[in-house]
DNA sequence: TTGACATATATCGACTACCAATATATTATA
DNA sequence: TATAATATATTGGTAGTCGATATATGTCAA
């Protein structure tokens, strides 16, 4: 797959996991990867990065499982504002879609 | 509109109208955003550098229009080479979109 | 006629997004 | 004991897009 095409659309996945439910960076990896049915390989490279600058910018919190042993897992929560950025950012994608679809089909049966 | 969204489709955009007939660049930048209904407004230091370097790849090939008056005019046409990478490049699209659907559908009515 | 705008191609610098590589730390398995 | 999975994090590099700018012509209105 083209790394490219996910470009943009990444914080789009990230916030609509957590639409369902809190959920840690590494389960998130993986539960894209598993819905997606590995079309969507997120690197860890990308995803931690992007988890910060969403909590920067008001649209997730951030909290720490309370764990006696294990590596201590960062759950994240969506906000109010991160619901509406969800919204307008799907929206985007489904316009965005639509126009991609229009293109490639509007040639098609004319040839 | 995010412009990041149309990362790494723009090449895509572009094959699929060359496959209809050669074109030229200012013509396609007019033809997207019209088929598109102003969704995709391709940007001339988006497009001109991109069909440079599909040129490279042999993907397409160039022929300048053979006019007395006015700025000539680089036509594009779409070589074998092109079409295949056409053909690739659209599944690969169409497996993105599938796949982001089905994150975006996965937990619609489950809440 | 002069200035603004559309046509048409081209390049450069800046920004953003993604990934590979690397680091760290724990647990489970061989 | 060492290899892999779990789990988070940072850094450096690459690729794609855009804004700004440059150049050149044709058209239309003030």
Same mark, same amino acid.
């Given at each position: 797959?083209?790394? =490219? ?9 990230? *916030? @609509? &996991?957590?639409?369902? +439910?809190? @959920? !840690? ?16 390989? &997120?690197? /860890? #490279? =990308?995803? !931690? $990065?992007? *988890? %910060? ?7 997730? =919190? /951030? ?6 042993? /294990?590596? $201590?897992?960062?759950?994240? %929560?969506?906000?109010?504002? #991160? @619901?509406?950025?969800?919204?307008? @950012? ?5 316009? !965005?879609?639509?126009?991609? &679809?229009?293109? &490639?089909?509007? +040639?098609?049966?004319?040839?």
């Amino acid at each position: 797959m083209d790394k =490219t095409l996910l470009s943009g659309s990444t914080a789009l996945l990230v *916030l @609509k &996991l957590l639409e369902e +439910g809190d @959920k !840690y960076g590494y389960q998130m990896i993986e539960e894209l990867r598993r819905r997606s049915d590995d079309t969507f390989s &997120l690197k /860890a #490279g =990308t995803l !931690y $990065p992007l *988890l %910060h600058s969403l909590e920067q910018k008001g649209y997730i =919190t /951030a909290w720490e499982e309370n764990s006696d042993s /294990a590596r $201590p897992r960062r759950y994240y %929560h969506l906000t109010d504002a #991160g @619901k509406a950025q969800l919204a307008e @950012k799907e929206t985007e994608w489904r316009t !965005y879609a639509g126009a991609m &679809l229009r293109v &490639l089909e509007g +040639g098609a049966c004319l040839a």
